[in-house]
C-alpha cells in the first residue's frame, strides 16, 4: 500500500526547492513512518510505500553486481535522498552508484551530478513515478544509465543517452537475459536469471 501526501502547492510556490524540501523531509522525520516503508518526494507529492521481498532481493542483486564489477568500495546509495531537478524531488533511488571519489555536500546529501547509474525496481502503487517523473528527473540531472525492473512482466528497461529531459535510447531485455552494459558509464553486464517474479 503506498501513502499520498499532497503538499500545500500555495506555500511551495513561496519557497525554493531545496528549502521545501529540508522542510518536508523535516516534518517526515517527526512523523511515525512505518518500519520497512521508503519514503520520497515527487514533484512535490510524498509517497511512503513498503519495502516487498521480491523488490528487496532484485535491489540486492543489482548491488551485488556493482560490488563484484567495482569492488566493496564502490560508491552505491540506496533509498537515500537525493535531490533531483524538477519541481520538488527529493528521491530515494532503489541503487544509485555514484561516481569514485564522489562526497556529500554540505546538506549531508549525495549531489545528483555525481550520479552515473540509478535502478528502480517497480512497484505497482509507484510505478507511474518511475517510468514519469522520476525518468524525466534523471534523464534532466544527465543520469547516464537508467535501469527499470519490472518484476511484474519479468522485464528491465535500459535508458542511455539522456538529452532535453528524456532518454534517446530505450532498450528491453526480458528476465533471463544479460542486460549488457558494457558500452554505457556502468561497463558491466548484469545477469538476471535470477531476478524474481511478482
Given at each position: 500500500m503506498?501513502?499520498?501526501?499532497?503538499?500545500?502547492?500555495?506555500e511551495?510556490?513561496?519557497?525554493d526547492?531545496?528549502?521545501?524540501l529540508d522542510?518536508?523531509f523535516d516534518?517526515?522525520?517527526?512523523?511515525?513512518?512505518?518500519?520497512?516503508?521508503?519514503?520520497?518526494?515527487?514533484?512535490?507529492?510524498?509517497?511512503?510505500s513498503?519495502q516487498?521481498?521480491?523488490?528487496?532481493?532484485?535491489?540486492?542483486?543489482?548491488?551485488?553486481?556493482?560490488?563484484?564489477?567495482?569492488?566493496?568500495?564502490?560508491?552505491?546509495?540506496?533509498?537515500?535522498?537525493?535531490d533531483f531537478?524538477?519541481h520538488l524531488?527529493?528521491?530515494?533511488?532503489d541503487?544509485a552508484?555514484?561516481?569514485?571519489?564522489a562526497?556529500?555536500?554540505a546538506?549531508?546529501l549525495?549531489?545528483?551530478?555525481?550520479?552515473?547509474?540509478?535502478?528502480?525496481?517497480i512497484?505497482?502503487?509507484t510505478?507511474?513515478?518511475d517510468?514519469?517523473?522520476?525518468?524525466?528527473?534523471?534523464?534532466n540531472?544527465?543520469v547516464?544509465?537508467?535501469?527499470?525492473?519490472?518484476?511484474?512482466v519479468?522485464?528491465?528497461?535500459?535508458h542511455?543517452?539522456?538529452k532535453g529531459?528524456?532518454?534517446?535510447v530505450?532498450t528491453?531485455?526480458?528476465?533471463?537475459?544479460?542486460?549488457?552494459?558494457?558500452?554505457t558509464?556502468?561497463?558491466?553486464?548484469?545477469?538476471t536469471?535470477?531476478?524474481?517474479?511478482?
Amino acid at each position: 500500500m503506498v501513502t499520498v501526501v499532497e503538499t500545500d502547492r500555495i506555500e511551495m510556490a513561496e519557497s525554493d526547492n531545496e528549502h521545501t524540501l529540508d522542510a518536508m523531509f523535516d516534518a517526515l522525520e517527526r512523523m511515525p513512518v512505518p518500519e520497512g516503508y521508503k519514503v520520497e518526494i515527487v514533484e512535490g507529492t510524498v509517497f511512503m510505500s513498503p519495502q516487498r521481498h521480491v523488490h528487496w532481493q532484485i535491489i540486492r542483486r543489482i548491488v551485488r553486481a556493482l560490488e563484484d564489477a567495482f569492488g566493496l568500495d564502490v560508491l552505491v546509495a540506496s533509498d537515500e535522498r537525493i535531490d533531483f531537478p524538477g519541481h520538488l524531488n527529493g528521491l530515494a533511488p532503489d541503487v544509485a552508484k555514484l561516481r569514485d571519489g564522489a562526497e556529500h555536500n554540505a546538506r549531508r546529501l549525495w549531489s545528483c551530478e555525481d550520479v552515473e547509474f540509478v535502478a528502480e525496481v517497480i512497484s505497482r502503487d509507484t510505478a507511474r513515478n518511475d517510468y514519469g517523473p522520476k525518468k524525466t528527473a534523471y534523464a534532466n540531472a544527465e543520469v547516464p544509465v537508467y535501469l527499470i525492473v519490472d518484476p511484474y512482466v519479468g522485464r528491465c528497461h535500459v535508458h542511455t543517452q539522456p538529452k532535453g529531459g528524456d532518454y534517446l535510447v530505450e532498450t528491453t531485455v526480458a528476465f533471463g537475459a544479460d542486460v549488457d552494459l558494457t558500452g554505457t558509464d556502468v561497463g558491466l553486464t548484469l545477469g538476471t536469471g535470477e531476478f524474481p517474479r511478482d
